[in-house]
């Protein structure tokens, strides 16, 4: 074990009871729903993290190949890759096809679909497919009405290397719902909209083994999640500012933070100088409320009105909301402090390694993450 204060900081600390906890919560819901629960592994990209959230052999989400690489490796078999493919990465996923694992993809045109078949060969066998709906005019995806959806799912059919396995979407609007009732609202429209998508294919005689949801604030909105075949979230595990200011969770429930030093006093300026910028929190600055994070002790007791206001590279700086002076005692020149992180996806994606306690104040554990592409 190795205390706090000889950890070189800027440092991604985890604390290990509270993701057990947060990861627990949604176990929960699933189990309670008789709904498969395929965690999203890219907030904290470690199998010491995964172990904890989706043990062995849960199936997983990814958000990049490198990802999927990574927990391939370690055992995962059942992987979907939810980012749209393109053919520049058709070698990539026949890789881990090579491999034995049983990875899903996504498209959302028929021009995807039309390069998916013509390329299908490329592939060592059948390579399961999901059409992703949007259902919230958020981000990615075709409407579930869209007479394009028949028109890909019939062109994926074409080809018996190719299967066509279901629907599934991402409600990230509900990332601004910032009241529960909204939160349900949100996670109705999201099983409404992928369940229409299945019943007009449906009709079509065209059957969706899989219909995928998922979202954090919709998973954890207390509703059930009526014709869903699995769940997808990932930020449950750590949360963050952006989900305790919308109620998902609370402050005290965030468990991931981030060790930086005090590097410098400016009084005449009224701010604190600290090892942690942008390339330790990132750039997110979630709902604009925060800064960059907002600053906690030691013991990550969040000191009120402290936030970083503003980041460099290599520095971040902090100031009070009400232009409170510096207190002496709490940002002593070389004082550790600990900053509550917008997007925990965000920052956890800054650091190769990640810090865990037990205790709160030594690290246990050090867990290596996967990086890249």
């Avoid at 099983?191 to 065209?206: F, K, P, S, T, Y």
């Avoid at 090892?275 to 330790?280: N, P, T």
């Amino acid at each position: 074990m190795s205390d706090f204060s000889h950890i070189v900081t800027p440092a991604c600390l985890i604390d290990k009871a509270k993701l057990a906890h947060n990861a627990k919560r949604l176990q929960t819901v699933c189990e309670a729903q008789n709904i498969k629960l395929r965690a999203h592994v890219k907030t904290l990209k470690s199998v010491e993290a995964a172990a904890l959230y989706a043990p062995l052999p849960s199936p997983i989400t990814v958000s990049t190949l490198a990802e999927a690489r990574y927990f391939a490796e370690a055992g995962y078999k059942d992987i979907l890759y939810a980012v749209g493919l393109t053919p520049n990465k058709y070698e990539a996923v026949n890789g881990l096809m090579e491999r034995g694992v049983d990875i899903t993809v996504i498209i959302d045109s028929l021009a995807a679909a039309e390069s998916l078949t013509s390329h299908s060969r490329r592939f060592i066998g059948p390579l399961n497919v999901l059409v992703e709906i949007d259902v919230d005019n958020h981000r990615a995806g075709i409407a579930a009405d869209s007479e394009q959806l028949l028109k890909i799912v019939t062109q994926l059919n074409t080809d018996n290397n190719i299967v066509f396995r279901g629907v599934m979407t991402h409600a990230g609007a509900s990332y601004g719902c910032f009241k529960n009732a909204d939160r349900v609202s949100m996670a109705k429209q999201e099983c409404a909209g992928v369940m229409a998508a299945a019943a007009i294919l449906g009709q079509a005689g065209i059957e969706c083994h899989t219909i995928s949801v998922g979202s954090t604030p919709t998973a954890l909105a207390g509703c059930e999640h009526f014709g869903a075949t699995e769940i997808r979230a990932g930020v449950y595990a750590t949360f963050d500012l952006v989900m305790a200011d919308l109620g998902v969770c609370q402050r005290q429930d965030i468990a991931l933070t981030v060790l930086t030093s005090v590097i410098g006093l400016q009084h005449d300026k009224n701010r604190v100088i600290v090892d942690a910028g942008w390339m330790a929190l990132s750039r997110d600055k979630g709902n604009n409320l925060h800064g960059y994070g907002l600053v906690a002790d030691r013991e990550g007791n969040v000191l009120d009105g402290w936030y970083v206001s503003q980041t460099n590279q290599e520095h971040g700086i902090i100031r009070h909301k009400e232009g409170k002076p510096i207190p002496a005692d709490k940002f002593a020149y070389g004082s550790l402090l600990r900053i509550l992180p917008n997007h925990a996806c965000a920052t956890a994606g800054q650091f190769r390694h990640y810090q865990v306690t037990e205790d709160n104040c030594t690290v246990s554990e050090t867990w290596k993450s996967a990086d890249g592409w």
